[in-house]
């Protein structure tokens, strides 16, 4: 058995992680996303920073925007519905017909586009953060 003279020991080398940088074409391809600009963006998010900040409350303000488009029309739907039940006192089945059916459609559609546009707001924001 040989014998170890001290000079010659082993010695662990221990230090922070490294990120290395991965092949270039494998960044080419998407599969490492902090080699682009999503990774930036992200941590910005992360971190709380003024431009992650900046990024959350364009979201919010889009999202407000939508919100708000959809009760002025909810509101301009029926808002005037008093007026028109007050003009036509001895209507009762008129009234019945409008709050029973009519309003039902438009409600239902109304709703649709608010999801949709939600969605897209949110589609439209992972591309700015991912930088595609």
């Given at each position: 058995?040989p014998?170890q003279?001290?000079?010659?020991?082993r010695?662990?080398?221990?230090?922070?992680?490294?990120r290395?940088?991965?092949?270039?074409?494998?960044r080419?391809?998407g599969?490492?996303?902090?080699?682009?600009?999503?990774?930036?963006a992200?941590t910005?998010?992360d971190?709380?920073?003024?431009?992650?900040?900046?990024?959350?409350?364009s979201?919010?303000?889009t999202?407000l925007?939508?919100?708000?488009a959809?009760?002025?029309f909810?509101?301009l739907?029926?808002?005037?519905?008093?007026?028109v039940?007050?003009a036509?006192?001895?209507?009762?089945?008129l009234e019945w017909?409008?709050l029973g059916?009519?309003?039902?459609?438009?409600m239902?559609?109304?709703?649709?586009?608010?999801?949709?546009?939600a969605e897209r707001n949110?589609?439209?924001?992972v591309?700015?953060?991912?930088?595609?």
């Amino acid at each position: 058995m040989p014998s170890q003279d001290p000079a010659e020991r082993r010695v662990v080398v221990t230090g922070p992680p490294r990120r290395t940088l991965p092949h270039a074409r494998l960044r080419s391809r998407g599969r490492y996303p902090h080699a682009s600009g999503y990774y930036r963006a992200r941590t910005e998010i992360d971190e709380q920073t003024t431009l992650g900040h900046t990024y959350v409350r364009s979201l919010m303000r889009t999202q407000l925007r939508a919100a708000l488009a959809v009760f002025a029309f909810l509101g301009l739907l029926i808002g005037p519905l008093p007026l028109v039940f007050a003009a036509t006192p001895g209507a009762r089945r008129l009234e019945w017909v409008i709050l029973g059916f009519c309003l039902y459609a438009p409600m239902v559609l109304l709703a649709l586009w608010y999801v949709r546009r939600a969605e897209r707001n949110e589609r439209d924001f992972v591309r700015l953060v991912e930088d595609r």
